[in-house]
């Protein structure tokens, strides 16, 4: 376990606390496992071809940023933030930081020993439930891999692109959580969501407050949990997504991580037959298979 120095509270950003850069305001919006309603798509491409550099970049954490956007002492002008706001990504004020969950982009499409997007729905819903959660840092990580190995390197991976809580799944029903640098216990996947908002509870009571409270469990003088140790059913980690036809649908690149009006205008015609697609880690967008009639 490492503790890190820390001399300030966590500025990431987000529409609400954006970040200034050289060419604006930037702001980060996150997306649950990386689901991005086309709707909503096509709407954000609109927003920041009027008030930012036109593009929608995507992070590793399969989230999006907007940059260049104007602003007044450091805040979006009112007329920006309710246009991200009419994107319908940001179903909370308050807890707009801490919606930060990564899960393997294939989940409920095409292999993998789980479906997983039932649980990362009801994670949404008991972060955002929780008043006390939203006082997470805004570097705070939940990685959920279900069972095919895309994930477990950032699952068990240290540094800025470690995870604090996450799973992976070991068959059709059991996963085993990750706790910080640790593996944790093997439980039902129904029980996923619970286990890791108590957890994350658990970080907020250790880590204590102030300017140098950590980010990171990791960062904790002890354990949060004790160890258990890592389940024989752990998948080997498997290489990133390619791009191209994949199992479940068509993983788009995004030319050196952004999507300009033109890609989104394709990602859209590509998608007209389905209800979102999936922004992945390795900066690219995955768009579904068009379900078969009867589906």
């Known amino acids: ?169 070991l068959d059709d029903n059991v996963v085993q959580l990750r706790v910080g640098d640790h593996w944790g216990d093997v439980i039902p996947v129904a029980d996923v969501a619970d286990r890791l908002t108590d957890l994350a509870g658990q970080f907020l009571d250790a880590r204590g407050v102030g300017a140098d409270a950590p980010w990171h469990i990791r960062e904790l003088g002890r354990p949060l949990q004790p160890p258990f140790p890592a389940d024989p059913r752990i998948p080997a980690a498997a290489p990133a997504l390619p791009y191209g036809k994949v199992p479940g649908g068509e993983h788009v690149p995004a030319h050196e991580g952004v999507l300009n009006p033109d890609q989104v205008q394709a990602l859209l015609e590509r998608a007209v037959d389905v209800p979102h697609v999936v922004v992945t880690p390795w900066r690219g967008v995955l768009v579904p298979n068009t379900p078969e009639v009867g589906e």
Request: aromatic share 2%.
């Open 1 to 169: 376990m490492t503790t890190d120095s820390r001399t300030r509270a966590d500025m990431c950003p987000g529409v609400w606390r954006p970040w200034q850069a050289d060419d604006g305001l930037l702001v980060r919006i996150r997306l649950m496992g990386g689901v991005l309603p086309t709707p909503a798509l096509r709407r954000l491409c609109e927003v920041t071809r009027r008030y930012g550099d036109g593009g929608i970049h995507l992070t590793r954490r399969a989230n999006l940023q907007l940059r260049g956007l104007p602003g007044d002492d450091g805040r979006l002008t009112h007329d920006v933030a309710l246009a991200i706001e009419s994107t319908g990504l940001m179903p909370t004020r308050t807890h707009e930081l801490v919606r930060n969950v990564l899960a393997s982009p294939q989940t409920g499409l095409a292999g993998g020993r789980i479906d997983l997007r039932p649980a990362i729905a009801r994670l949404d819903r008991l972060l955002c439930a929780s008043p006390r959660l939203g006082l997470l840092p805004g570097r705070f990580l939940f990685t959920l891999d279900d069972g095919r190995g895309d994930l477990l390197t950032r699952l068990t991976g240290a540094g800025k692109r470690g995870t604090d809580l996450g799973c992976v799944a």
